[in-house]
């Protein structure tokens, strides 16, 4: 019984996890993006 207790919350650990990397990611583009903008020339 107590093995499913910590595989449910390993379980959740990981699923956190992924959330966190794929905010990381987000946050990652929208600086590349902002980064462009700024070194861009005026058209």
Avoid: N, Y
Wanted: no cysteine; net charge positive.
């Amino acid at each position: 019984m107590g093995i499913w207790i910590e595989l449910g919350v390993f379980l959740l650990v990981f699923v956190f996890a992924i959330h966190q990397f794929h905010d990381l990611k987000q946050e990652k583009r929208k600086r590349e993006a902002a980064r462009k903008d700024m070194t861009a020339p005026p058209q």
